[in-house]
């Protein structure tokens, strides 16, 4: 009971900002905290795959991409937002239904899947940055190539495009949203299935012998996580009304896997409180403009994998504990055997 009551503290904690925040915060502000908060959700779709079935996926940010891209065209094609997101959602799914058989059926290794993950996302990011000409179009939406595609309806009441959602309602969304992620992929782990691709995790010849089928449950995991990223790409593409090649590079696919080292592999909450930390950190850094900021993100990335390998919500949580022992003595010292 105590456990559940752990875990529901922090969905309830985004519910609270999600009220509150459009009360005390600036609309530059939640603008950010609303762009923040779908990388954030993005973020999550790599904590479950990694952190529970072990799989290391370097083109996460592919799917992140595909989510933005398929929101952008659909939004500006059909207008209704709700519709959008949903094809923002799915396409990254079938995508990863397609790519999926290629890495797990293979029985691939960790290191080749890494390396063939990473290769996606330098062809997505190639591909699309040589879509400048006009040719290169869906509907009335031209790709633009390095320019990308500007000028992207926001949010809107469903069924309603002409209805669109003020910048305080769309902020209660991005954070009503990432509880709710947050919700469903703790459920998902605490389930039957969670549990066993977290037997997976542990030894995948271990949970074959047991009649596991470890290829299908593989592909179901990167089918959720590519739904998550999707979903996190379309409601960031709504936020900023725009989107470009860019969140197909090296860069955003690293800023993933960062967040979630940062955070505590096999957390939620970790990578989440990290995500939001480090975009805030490069926000300040580059208004101000008086450090580089790829070089104090580096450092403190290198920082966290020094002083607190396992992450921070694990170093956290141990701090926590070693306090309530030593308040509490019940910590004793070991006696030397005889």
């Known amino acids: 009971m105590l456990r559940h009551i752990k875990h529901a503290l922090f969905p309830l904690a985004l519910v609270l900002v999600a009220v509150t925040g459009p009360f005390v915060l600036e609309p530059f502000d939640l603008v950010s905290l609303s762009a923040f908060s779908a990388m954030a959700i993005a973020a999550l779709g790599l904590a479950f795959i990694w952190g529970t079935l072990g799989i290391l996926n370097l083109g996460h940010s592919v799917l992140f991409g595909i989510g933005a891209y398929a929101y952008a065209i659909a939004v500006s094609n059909f207008g209704d937002s709700t519709l959008a997101v949903l094809i923002g959602t799915i396409l990254p799914v079938v995508f990863s239904l397609v790519l999926g058989p290629c890495l797990f059926f293979s029985r691939l290794g960790d290191v080749h899947l890494g390396v063939i993950t990473l290769c996606v996302t330098l062809i997505f990011y190639s591909f699309m940055t040589s879509t400048a000409d006009p040719w290169f179009h869906i509907g009335p939406v031209a790709l633009g190539g390095f320019n990308g595609v500007t000028a992207i309806p926001s949010l809107n009441m469903p069924g309603d495009p002409q209805a669109s959602l003020s910048t305080e309602a769309t902020f209660s969304i991005c954070l009503l949203a990432l509880a709710g992620a947050y919700v469903l992929l ?9 549990r066993i691709m977290t037997a997976i995790r542990e030894s995948e010849l271990r949970s074959e012998l047991l009649g596991y089928d470890i290829r299908f ?26 989107v470009s090649p860019n969140v197909f590079d090296l860069p955003q696919a690293s800023q993933f896997v960062l967040w979630v080292i940062a955070g505590g592999l096999g957390t939620f ?12 950190l490069s926000s300040q850094l580059g208004a101000n403009q008086v ?10 990335i290198i ?3 020094l002083l607190a390998p396992q992450g921070l919500q694990p170093m956290i949580v141990r701090i ?10 019940i910590f004793r010292r070991k006696e030397k055997p005889a």
């Open 217 to 242: 449950y593989k592909l179901v995991g990167f089918a959720l996580s590519a739904a998550i990223a999707g979903f996190g790409g379309s409601l960031y593409t709504a936020v900023m009304g725009f």
């Open 186 to 194: 703790s459920l998902v782990r605490s389930s039957d299935a969670g």
């Open 320 to 329: 926590a504990d070693l306090n309530l022992t030593y308040r509490f003595g």
């Open 269 to 280: 909450v970790g990578p989440v409180v990290a995500s939001l930390a480090f975009q805030l």
């Open 303 to 305: 920082l966290f994998v």
């Open 291 to 300: 450090f580089n900021t790829e070089l104090i993100f580096g450092a403190t």
